[in-house]
């Protein structure tokens, strides 16, 4: 029965009904303390469990980890010699060289090496060194804080951890391997003295160019002791720590000049050097003239050697890789290989020519077969073209394009006009692009566009199917250098960064078959890389078995890039290149079914030609290897296209590399249902015919769009201007009701100066009555003759008298030291690039050969600044900006696309350096 509970209230009494309670009266208050009881009963007994899981799981690590008792010598030998292998002549395994750290590090003691260098390694490898006990706890939570804050993917390992990792443990990135790291490295802070295992970690560690240590990297790269190492030298090496191949002062000197310039900042912040002292060792150059090369690598296959060693230095770290006694199985053939090195030595010309690179890949496995190039491995010469160049691609990215196409849905019977075209690309940046033989007036197929690898139908075609789709479906194929997926001229291979050979030959062999990506299961590169997914990268190392009978096998993974018809719909494309008579690669020609695509930048520059069959995918490339010097007359007496050298190198490898192999070929692409629709290019949505900006597109059914745009009537047809003057022009749009703009450019080969070559809209366009058309005039460019600056017995010329006669010629200066001097003083001019008495338009580049050094500076890499932030590096080095864009104008936002004389060139203090801001 309910009970009756009074509440009392100023206006009278009131009576509610409530449950009669089943059980004694209980205090809330009560019912609380006993919840809060529970609870922190429950998050002790959680607390102690974890805690014994942790002791356990540490415990159980900590038991096994190795023995430090060989840190108490006074070297840190290591105790087995491994060694790599690859398949030879006859199809067995054949070694190519021996993995000993005493043939790579030199150990020396603390006393040998300089206070600057640990102090330099000290400030930005570890800046609480010297307050730690081998784990730096700060250091983790700053590491945790960035990583899920901003992103970033920043080390927290102590100079302790890292040396002991070297020596013990591999680059593995467990929860396992960090906690032995740690407990190794607090046991081994309780041995050793600071100082002691600062010696040690600098007597370890990797320094690029296959030297081990710093007594080993002192004397490579500066031709000293590490005990005479001065601020300047010990933070180039401190900066080469970060990423051997990233700020290689040798392949990358703009890189390691930055990075050596902040480890300099970092010892003024930390108190190591006063500010006046930072100030003169920024101002210092990166290396000497000369220096003391380490022991060479025993092996006929040096380039080969140092690739596969990278690989295992990332993977195990040094200890591991020269002392635990792995037998590396590689993927390389001899056969192979030999006749890729025939190929380079018999194709290209000898003396003062390009070089070459070749790789070879067998596309169902995505093992490396072959890899050659670059000059002869020597103290001068220790950089990997094949695998490290990264080099334009020109028109071999063409293929690229017409997968994005299908994959959007465009066919390949889509057709566009070959004609000059230049794309308005707002804030008053314009796209201009024309073919390099100036043939225009057909209407072509994209599978005809790219057997004559039309620039202006592919440029089209980018803009239609957007920058962004090519770029995802590159890095898919398997290039793994960034591309800036916003800049329309990837479309025709124009690329910040460039790719290299390697890269080229697994994206076209992922086409060859059938778009089928074949890559390995293990990572081989350092964990700061940005690459976590290791079937991105083609095979090189097949096996590693261990002294312990263990074996790790890099299995290969397939991945489907893109979906067989479009892969088989381009090889059918790519089969025309060289079949085809108005292919570009006819000369790559092998007797049986084969696909390739020719690359020639427009400078001349860069040639390629990239190919293959089902069994065997192969790119060549031919350079030089200074990227500002330009093969316009190399081949024959003339210029170096995709189509010669390396169409010819292709066809010699792979007659070769073939022969014995089944013929066999591709499906035939299937196709699916497409029809033809008129969209806006804009939007890509529907319109009907006629509406301004219309074009028609063969777009496949399951994805044509099905928007419909508004249509734009009221038009008027655009009149063609082309090759009209500035006079006619104007004549020509009278009552047109048109608004006409002039802009003006340098006039390119072919043209005629003051007039008309090309507009934007396109002749014949339908525009609402008064819109803009953009007329660009070239403009003519006085030309001289070159002067003659090369020395004899007779007439010496030094450098800075070249230069100064250059100079007042009007032309810009590049240097090329430390040539072959024929008998001549050191400092003369041994050659020149145009020759004397040749016509060459002002301030053009003249390219000078000297047999001594040259004080000026290097063109950094600026590509994808700012106008503003390139300036400002520009002005760091000595040297002054002009930027150049279709209209002439210098806006501080607008961004750098390609500079001239190009990135990594030596010239003149004073330089005035192009920008061009307007892409190409």
């Known amino acids: ?159 302790t951890q890292q040396l002991v990792k070297n020596t013990y443990l591999t680059n593995t990135q467990t929860v396992q391997r960090k906690v032995r790291e740690a407990s190794l490295a607090w046991q081994l802070e309780q041995r050793w003295s600071k100082d002691r295992i600062l010696t040690a970690y600098l007597n370890t ?34 900066a080469v720590l970060k990423s051997p191949s990233t700020y290689d002062p040798i392949a990358s000197p703009e890189s390691a000049l930055a990075r050596r310039n902040v480890v300099l900042q970092q010892m003024g912040a930390q108190g190591y050097l006063d500010a006046d002292t930072v100030a003169v060792e920024k101002g210092r150059r990166l290396l000497p003239v000369t220096r003391i090369e380490p022991k060479p690598l025993d092996t006929t296959l040096p380039y080969w050697v140092q690739f596969i060693t990278e690989q295992l230095v990332n993977k195990f770290g040094t200890g591991q890789t020269f002392g635990g006694g792995m037998k590396v199985m590689t993927t390389l053939d001899m056969n192979e290989q030999r006749v890729a090195e025939e190929t380079l030595k018999n194709t290209l010309p000898r003396k003062g020519g390009p070089q070459g690179a070749l790789v070879s890949i067998d596309p169902k496995t995505g093992e490396v077969r072959a890899m050659a190039g670059g000059k002869p491995y020597s103290i001068k010469h220790q ?95 398997g290039i793994i250098s960034p591309i800036d997926a916003g ?6 291979g124009g690329l910040y960064v460039g790719v290299t050979p390697l890269e080229m030959a697994h994206a076209y062999a992922t086409i060859a078959n059938s778009g089928l990506r074949v890559g390995g299961s293990v990572l081989f590169h350092s964990p700061d890389s940005g690459i976590t997914d290791p079937s991105m990268e083609p095979i090189s190392i097949r096996r590693i078995e261990f002294p312990d009978g263990s074996t790790l096998t890099n299995t290969p993974i397939s991945i489907q890039a893109v979906p067989v018809d479009h892969a088989l719909a381009t090889i059918d494309a790519m089969k025309g290149v060289i079949a085809d008579d108005a292919g570009s690669g006819t000369a790559a020609a092998i007797g049986r079914p084969v ?13 390629w030609f990239v190919g293959f069959t089902p069994q065997r995918a192969t790119a060549t490339w031919v350079g030089h290897e200074n990227p500002a010097l330009p093969m316009r007359r190399a081949f024959n007496g003339g210029p170096v296209y995709g189509g010669t050298y390396p169409a010819i190198m292709f066809s010699t490898f792979m007659k070769s590399a073939m022969r014995g192999l089944p013929v066999e070929d591709w499906d035939a692409p299937v196709g699916e249902p497409s029809s033809s629709i008129s969209i806006d290019p804009r939007t890509n949505q529907r319109v009907p015919p006629g509406c301004k900006h219309a074009i028609v597109v063969v777009w496949a059914n399951a994805l044509a769009p099905s928007t419909i745009g508004p249509c734009e009537t009221n038009l008027v047809s655009v009149p063609d201007f082309t090759a009209a003057t500035k006079r006619k022009a104007i004549r020509i749009s009278t009552g047109s009701g048109l608004q006409i703009r002039f802009q003006y450019r340098p006039a390119a080969p072919g043209e005629d100066p003051g007039t008309v070559v090309v507009q934007t809209p396109s002749p014949l366009a339908a525009v609402e009555t008064g819109s803009i058309v953009t007329l660009i005039v070239a403009r003519r460019v006085p030309s001289v003759l070159v002067p003659d600056v090369i020395a004899s017995a007779s007439a010496p010329s030094s450098m800075e008298a070249a230069v100064a006669r250059l100079e007042a010629a009007q032309f810009r200066v590049v ?106």
């Open 205 to 238: 560690v990797y320094f690029g160019h296959n030297t081990y240590g710093v007594e080993s990297a002192a004397k490579y790269y500066f031709g000293l002791s590490a005990r005479d190492l001065d601020p300047a030298d010990s933070a180039l090496l401190a």
């Open 487 to 492: 800049q329309p001229a990837i479309g025709l």
């Open 815 to 920: 240097i090329l030291d430390q040539q072959d001097g024929y008998g001549l003083p050191i400092g003369s001019v041994v050659n020149q690039e145009p020759a004397s008495g040749k016509p060459a338009p002002l301030g053009s580049v003249v390219t000078i050969s000297a047999s001594g050094t040259y004080t000026g500076a290097i063109v950094p890499n600026i590509s994808g600044l700012t106008v503003d932030e390139a300036s400002q590096r520009l002005a760091e080095v000595g040297l002054v900006p002009q930027a150049i864009n279709a209209d002439g104008l210098l806006r501080p936002a607008d961004r750098v696309f390609s500079v001239e004389p190009s990135a990594g060139s030596k010239v003149p203090l004073g330089t005035k350096i192009t920008l061009y801001v307007s892409p190409i």
């Open 383 to 477: 950089f990997n073209v094949p695998a490290d160049a990264h080099r334009q691609p020109g028109s071999a990215f063409k293929p690229f394009d017409l997968l994005a196409a299908f994959q959007v849905g465009v066919r390949p019977t889509t057709t566009f006009r070959s004609e000059k075209v230049l794309f308005d690309l707002g804030g008053g940046q314009f796209w201009f692009v024309s073919n390099n033989e100036n043939s225009y007036g057909k209407d072509l197929t994209l599978h005809e566009a790219l057997i004559e690898s039309d620039n202006t139908v592919f440029a089209q075609l980018t803009m239609l199917i957007k920058p962004s789709v090519i770029a995802d479906v590159a890095h898919r194929l």
């Open 595 to 607: 696909a390739g695509k020719t690359g020639t930048t427009s400078d001349f520059k860069d040639a």
């Open 1 to 159: 029965m309910a009970r009756r509970r009074s509440l009392l209230r100023r206006s009278g009494r009131l009576a509610l009904e409530l449950p009669e309670p089943t059980g004694p009266y209980e205090d809330p208050r009560r019912r609380r303390w006993r919840w809060l009881r529970v609870t922190l009963i429950v998050f002790l007994l959680g607390l102690v469990l974890v805690s014994a899981a942790s002791y356990g799981f540490i415990t159980a690590i900590s038991t096994n980890l190795p023995d430090l008792r060989q840190f108490d010598g006074n070297t840190t030998d290591l105790a087995q010699d491994g060694s790599i292998w690859v398949t030879g002549t006859t199809g067995t395994p054949r070694r190519v060289a021996i993995l000993r750290s005493s043939e790579s590090r030199v150990i020396v003691q603390s006393n040998q090496i300089s206070k600057d260098m640990k102090n330099a390694v000290v400030s930005v490898e570890d800046k609480r060194f010297y307050e730690h006990n081998g784990v730096d706890p700060n250091g983790i939570a700053r590491a945790l804080f960035n990583r899920f804050a901003s992103g970033t993917n920043e080390g927290a390992s102590t100079i």
